[in-house]
């Protein structure tokens, strides 16, 4: 069975600052997807990044980037350069069969000014 | 512009009635999903459809029912069975069937609450 685990409720971060998420997982597939997603006060979800388990390199998306350590089975979101319009909640989620996704709890960011 | 139309965004239910939340998309994707969001929580699968006339249930199917009529809708009701059916409810939606690495795009969301 799939299990993710966000250990973070809430996190702060300081506008133009860079902040981790963290994000750790557990599964007997040998193939599987990680991906996140922000989901701000208004309810919809946004996807951000996608990691697969054999991909070679960690994955960027311009100020988004996962540190992936595959044997620590982590899968950690950074966010460069804060802006305030990050404050939302975000999740970590895996792709499981018939690519269904397996989320965690989340983690609430706000960024101060 | 593609996307996900999920409606109402408000839905009140009384005690014993079936209501049914509407998911259409004009992505093209083959497969489409339900999820369940309870304050604080993340996201539970309720069911997921991977092409017309199919669907299978997911992790929290109990009291809840669907359809798969047509490639673009995918309508979940939530029946009398039910009992604690206030929550937020999101609709997804991907191409790819059966492969893992295809993200999900969503719609806004319908809030339900019982009177």
């Known amino acids: 069975a799939q299990k993710i685990t966000q250990t973070q409720p809430g996190m702060f971060v300081q506008e133009k600052e860079a902040v981790t998420l963290d994000c750790t997982y557990d599964?007997?597939?040998?193939?599987?997807?990680l991906f996140w997603y922000k989901q701000p006060s208004s309810g919809e979800m946004i996807f951000l990044i996608y990691q697969g388990s054999y991909d070679q390199q960690n994955a960027t998306e311009g100020r988004y980037s996962l540190n992936f350590q595959k044997a620590r089975k982590s899968a950690n979101l950074v966010i460069s350069a804060s802006q305030l319009g990050d404050s939302a909640m975000y999740f970590c989620a895996m792709g499981r069969g018939a690519n269904n996704l397996f989320f965690g709890t989340g983690t609430r960011l706000t960024v101060i000014p | 512009d593609g996307g996900i139309t999920q409606s109402p965004k408000y839905l009140f239910r009384k005690e014993g009635q079936n209501v049914t939340l509407s998911c259409e998309q004009n992505?093209?994707?083959?497969?489409m999903y339900w999820y369940r969001q309870d304050p604080g929580q993340g996201l539970r699968l309720i069911y997921y459809?991977?092409?017309?006339?199919?669907?299978q249930k997911g992790d929290i199917a109990e009291g809840y029912s669907v359809s798969r009529e047509k490639k673009e809708s995918f309508p979940l009701t939530v029946t009398s069975a039910q009992k604690n059916p206030t929550a937020f409810y999101l609709c997804?939606?991907?191409?790819?069937?059966?492969?893992?690495?295809?993200?999900?795009?969503f719609g806004d969301g319908t809030r339900l609450s019982i009177l």
């Open positions: 997804a939606s991907s191409t790819r069937k059966g492969v893992s690495n295809q993200p999900q795009h």
């Open positions: 459809s991977q092409i017309v006339n199919d669907f």
């Open positions: 599964t007997s597939d040998p193939s599987y997807g």
């Open positions: 992505l093209n994707h083959d497969a």
